[in-house]
């Protein structure tokens, strides 16, 4: 095997890794100039899989090459909603979308042709006569869940309004919508964090609202169609899928075996990576081609991640559903919240990447 081409590739979560809201963190600047030779070029496959879902993959890309100092595509980013491109069935139909940022762009980006926003359902609300002022059918026929809103409590009741109604909000409720009409969901963060000392409400927490408001009226459980972001494994699948397809174009022959997923959460970040290593495992002991055969979860110091307060050392007694952050459909398993690395910060965690890897990248690499 050739010293200089890469078998692995890197898996880096943004805020909390990255960056702390918009400030950089200032390993990660340094972390960069290690993955990179002279001209920018990468030296290992990299992709950044964020929770973050309210903006454009182009957009998201342009920031990270702001603060890292080095040329980032839109190809290595993935977004939280990324793979709703793979939902093609719900694309030509009416779904309402909840979130905040360029919404109907995000959307119509993604493939859905004719998506109305919470914004659009009021301003038509209680008349919805959608058909006559700009052509849409009356009845919604999917929602999907960005992220979390600016105004939540005009969300929650709009969404209700539309489960309840299956689909014909401005009707009266009536029992015959169970099942609802589809949901999907994109980032499950329970809390995330920015700036502030303390983590943030994130979409997660919208989520646990509108779940607990919609079973407190049905007393039925609000059902997934799917669901996306970090922890689950869709999320992975995709970030896997195009860490190959920059080693095809730099046309590195050797297969991608190890993914390093690098990042600052235990219930998203690392659940994830040791779900999808978990996944990995199944399917290389049934012998699939062409899958990376494992996906080491690296937890680092800079973010939602505190050493003195996390996980305590005898889980068995201590650990209950109580202190599971994670999102109602993903069962609580204490061994995959136990990363494989814990490293200070990003730039620790190459320094170690590379050793275990004997990775001996072309010595044009610069120094610092």
């Known amino acids: ?20 809201g918009k400030t950089p963190i200032s390993a990660a600047k340094k972390a960069f100039q290690k993955l990179v030779n002279s001209q920018g070029q990468f030296l290992v496959p990299v992709v950044f ?22 040329q980032i595509s839109q190809d290595q980013v993935v977004m939280s909603h990324s793979p709703l491109r793979m939902f093609k069935r719900y694309h030509d139909k009416c779904v ?12 119509q980006y993604l493939g859905f042709c004719q998506p109305i926003t919470i914004e659009i359902l009021r301003e038509t609300y209680p008349l919805l006569d959608m058909v006559d002022h700009d052509r849409r059918p009356k009845v919604l026929v999917t929602v999907v869940l960005f992220g979390e809103p600016v ?46 000392q303390s983590p943030r409400f994130g979409h ?10 919609y079973k407190k009226i049905t007393g039925k459980e609000l059902k997934y169609e799917a669901l996306m972001g ?21 046309h590195w022959k050797e297969p991608i075996q190890t993914l390093y997923a690098i990042g600052d959460n235990l219930m998203t970040d690392i659940y994830g990576a040791n779900l999808y290593n978990r996944y990995l495992e199944e399917k ?18 800079t973010g939602v991640y505190n050493p003195h307060t996390e996980v305590p050392s005898d889980t068995r007694e201590s650990i209950t559903e109580t202190v599971f952050h994670g999102h109602r459909d993903f069962r609580f398993d204490p061994a ?3 990363p494989d690395h814990i490293v200070p910060d990003a730039d620790a965690a190459v320094d170690l990447i590379y050793q275990l890897e004997n990775f001996a990248p072309n010595q044009d690499i610069r120094t610092f």
């Not at 309402?96 to 959307?107: E, F, H, T």
């Not at 997660?204 to 408001?213: A, D, K, P, Q, Y």
Request: aromatic share 8%; charged share 15%.
């Open 230 to 250: 970090k922890p689950s494994e869709l999320t992975y699948h995709y970030a896997e899928y195009l860490i190959r397809m920059q080693a095809a174009q730099r």
């Open 284 to 301: 290389n002991s049934r012998k699939a081609p062409a899958t990376a055969t494992n996906c080491r979860s690296v937890l680092v110091c």
């Open 336 to 338: 995959l919240v136990e």
């Open 49 to 70: 899989v964020t929770n973050a879902g309210n903006c454009l993959r182009q957009k998201k890309a342009d920031q990270l090459s702001h603060i890292l100092g080095v």
């Open 1 to 20: 095997v050739n010293p200089n081409i890469p078998t692995f590739g890197f898996l880096f979560d943004i805020d909390g890794v990255l960056v702390r």
């Open 204 to 213: 997660g927490t919208f989520m646990v609202c509108l779940e607990n408001i």
């Open 96 to 107: 309402l979308v909840s979130g905040q940022g360029p919404l109907l762009d995000i959307a």
């Open 151 to 196: 105004r939540w409590e005009t969300n929650l009741q709009l969404i209700i309004d539309v489960l309840l109604t299956g689909g014909c909000p401005g009707k009266p409720y009536h029992q015959a919508s169970y099942p609802h009409i589809p949901v999907l969901a994109c980032n499950m963060d329970l809390m995330w964090m920015a700036e502030a």
